[in-house]
């Protein structure tokens, strides 16, 4: 744990965030910019104890308030009928995924929102996409060429993203670049931000004495990945917050 805080205070002093912004929904609202809210891949196999092969193994701060945080966020939109995209990874057994073990299989339970997360399933504002792969934008594609999440921006009007899950430098990280990219060349119409949710997402822990002992593991320090993910993010072009309030 000292040699992780050493080199999260390291990246913190040669690669700053910056001051982090807040983000006010109804001002955003206020001023005609209608937000979704897009939840990614807050499922039992990444945030449940003991739930599958990449799942935490015991109870884990970080990923616990990113769930609390994303559950608050669904409740408010959910509250005033505003839009929700949620993104579930899900896979065919038999069909792996390098260099990831067995996980999230379609029947297992792993594939399945978080208790917490579990009434989100009938709501009106939910749109619902699973997806088999690491990014959530190229899992949302149809093979007509269409992509459901582009449709859920345009349907909606959405001019604002915002974007919490697990984990923040893979999935969640993955997903912004590739928004951000297709907002570039007007693939995503009328999508103006990305907006990131700092304690709305998290990333899973796999220190070097435990990595050590996995063939071909390599070491993955929580908090220091977690802020690398923002970082990368933030460098793309999203939004990255620290405080999300209705206003």
Not at 166 to 171: L, R, V
Not at 190 to 214: K, M, S
Request: net charge negative; with cysteine; hydrophobic share 45%.
């Amino acid at each position: 744990m000292g040699s992780e805080t050493s080199a999260l205070n390291a990246l913190k002093v040669e690669m700053p965030l910056g001051d982090l912004e807040g983000l006010v929904l109804a001002s955003e609202v206020g001023q005609g910019r209608a937000v979704g809210l897009v939840l990614v891949d807050i499922v039992n196999g990444f945030c449940t104890v003991g739930a599958g092969n990449l799942a935490p193994t015991e109870p884990n701060d970080q990923i616990a308030t990113m769930v609390e945080e994303a559950a608050k966020l669904a409740k408010m939109f959910s509250a005033r009928n505003w839009p929700i995209f949620a993104l579930l990874d899900t896979h065919h057994p038999g069909k792996p995924e390098p260099p990831y073990p067995p996980h999230c299989i379609i029947g297992s339970g792993e594939e399945r929102l978080v208790p917490a997360l579990e009434w989100l399933e009938k709501d009106p504002n939910l749109t619902m996409r699973r997806k088999d792969c690491i990014n959530g934008f190229i899992g949302s594609m149809e093979k007509d060429g269409s992509n459901a999440f582009s449709d859920w921006v345009k349907r909606n009007e959405i001019r604002v993203v915002l974007v919490v899950g697990i984990c923040t430098d893979i999935c969640v990280l993955d997903f912004v670049c590739s928004t951000l990219s297709a907002r570039n060349i007007g693939l995503v119409p009328p999508l103006e931000d990305v907006v990131v949710y700092a304690q709305g997402c998290a990333t899973f822990d796999l220190p070097v004495h435990v990595a050590r002992d996995i063939k071909g593991a390599l070491i993955h320090p929580q908090d220091v990945l977690h802020y690398i993910g923002l970082y990368m993010a933030k460098s793309r072009g999203a939004r990255i917050v620290n405080k999300v309030s209705l206003d």
